[in-house]
């Protein structure tokens, strides 16, 4: 028997005698003979394969998988045993090694980093060499989804972007190999509106994958980056004039250059791609619709857009009452409501009025007479099913109402204060008149009185 050890050393499959190692085994017809494959064979990391006159006998992978072409053959450990040898069988026996090629054979069509729009094929070729029976080859993408087939043939979109796993499987047993595709995409924009108010601040989300750097956004040609303004005027559905909120300066330092920024400030992580804006204290006119733009030289152009509604609620006629006023509370989103939302009017803990459902918008809540104890916060909250989505708060301040009694003590202390008033102006005005003339007034007098200011 003749042993040949060769090694595969590259794609095309061509082998190169690495290695060749010959044994002769003296044998009589239907004696056991043992053939013992190469020293240097690894179970876990080479094809093994036996053949006898160019057909073969027996085959193993390193993923445990093994096949045996004639029922006078076992395996023992890694031997291959032939348990009675025929007459005809006498000759040269070969054994080939080949190396597990998965993860040389991984590849992609295109270089990283991709654009969204480009056509990429991902081929995983696990072919063995030879005659070994072909595994089953499945990719998983960069969410884990299973895709059958070795090669996928993708157009590029940020969801592509990750790990790509190609799985080689056979006899149950899997071999994994990786390769990473990069595609400068803008992060998907939020599948739901997002819900602000005056009490409660947000990020407006846009950004590009971590693993990107801005240098290779450069590379691929982008020519601006922006962020757009469309108002929504609330139930008409229809939208106002787009204002040119923020564009990006591309130059060596990169920065964000305000067109009109109506209090959005962009977050403070630029250079590690995240082109998010903040909002605070957000108003009535802050709803609407918020776009995130990159455009390439190529034609290419991105957008994430992400609708903003805005909480308010307002009393009528104003926050400052006296007890007794009639007072409207108004919580609105600016929107009808769809079925799974809900506001819900809550009263400060002290006063007597119960928390206001509503399915319809606005919630309104109609108060006759206010009491000093509806003073303090009221809050509107919005909710989606259990969730709740936003709140915003307005403070009352309620004075207690003046009674009638009070009434009547001010109005006679008033009238009181004002005759005493009278009366210390018409002395005075006398006492004025006698110190303008006082020796006329002294010679005139029969007693005269000096007083302490009438000196002598
Ligand atoms: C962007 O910045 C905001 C505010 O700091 C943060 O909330 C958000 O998670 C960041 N986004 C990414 C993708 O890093
Ligand atoms: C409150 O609302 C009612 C009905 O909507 C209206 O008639 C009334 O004038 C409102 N009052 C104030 C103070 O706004």
Request: aromatic share 8%.
């Amino acid at each position: 028997t003749e042993r040949n050890y060769l090694e595969n050393i590259d794609q095309e499959q061509q082998y190169t005698t690495t290695q060749f190692e010959f044994s002769v085994i003296y044998a009589q017809v239907n004696d056991m003979v043992t053939l013992e494959p190469p020293k240097t064979y690894s179970p876990t990391e080479h094809y093994l394969y036996w053949s006898f006159g160019g057909l073969e006998l027996a085959w193993r992978n390193p993923i445990g998988g093994s096949g045996l072409n004639a029922d006078i053959l076992i395996w023992s450990g890694n031997s291959l045993i032939i348990t009675k040898i025929p007459q005809g069988q006498f000759g040269t026996f070969t054994c080939t090694l080949g190396r597990d090629k998965i993860e040389k054979n991984l590849s992609m069509n295109q270089t990283s980093p991709l654009l969204p729009g480009d056509r990429v094929s991902l081929t995983c070729d696990a072919e063995k060499p030879h005659s070994l029976k072909s595994p089953q080859i499945h990719w998983l993408n960069p969410q884990g989804v299973r895709i059958f087939g070795y090669q996928q043939t993708v157009t590029a979109t940020g969801l592509h972007n990750g790990e790509w796993t190609c799985v080689v499987t056979n006899d149950n047993k899997e071999k994994r190999a990786k390769i990473k595709v990069t595609v400068v995409d803008l992060s998907p924009a939020p599948t739901s509106p997002l819900y602000t108010s005056k009490s409660q601040p947000l990020t407006i989300p846009c950004s590009i994958p971590s693993g990107i750097s801005w240098e290779q956004v450069k590379a691929k040609g982008v020519q601006g980056v922006h962020w757009d303004y469309f108002p929504n005027t609330g139930l008409s559905h229809i939208s106002g004039d787009p204002q040119r909120l923020f564009s990006l300066s591309l130059n060596d330092t990169l920065r964000w250059q305000p067109d009109r920024s109506r209090g959005l400030t962009p977050v403070s992580s630029l250079i590690k791609g995240n082109l998010s804006l903040f909002i605070n204290k957000a108003k009535e006119e802050d709803r609407g619709d918020y776009v995130c733009t990159m455009k390439f030289r190529n034609g290419v152009t991105l957008k994430r857009t992400v609708q903003v509604n805005v909480l308010q609620i307002i009393s009528s006629p104003e926050t400052d009452l006296i007890s007794g006023q009639q007072l409207n509370l108004t919580c609105s989103l600016g929107r009808l409501l769809s079925s799974d939302l809900q506001l819900k009017l809550i009263p400060p803990e002290q006063s007597a009025l119960q928390l206001l459902t509503s399915d319809r918008e606005p919630a309104l809540l109609n108060i006759p007479e206010v009491g000093t104890g509806d003073s303090g916060k009221w809050r509107c909250e919005l909710w989606q099913r259990s969730a709740r989505l936003t709140y915003a708060v307005i403070a009352l301040k309620i004075e207690p109402k003046l009674s009638v009694w009070m009434l009547i003590i001010i109005c006679s202390v008033t009238v009181i204060v004002l005759l005493l008033l009278v009366l210390v102006f018409i002395l005075c005005h006398r006492r004025q008149r006698k110190m303008r003339h006082p020796r006329h007034r002294l010679c005139h007098c029969k007693n005269p009185k000096p007083k302490g200011f009438y000196r002598t």
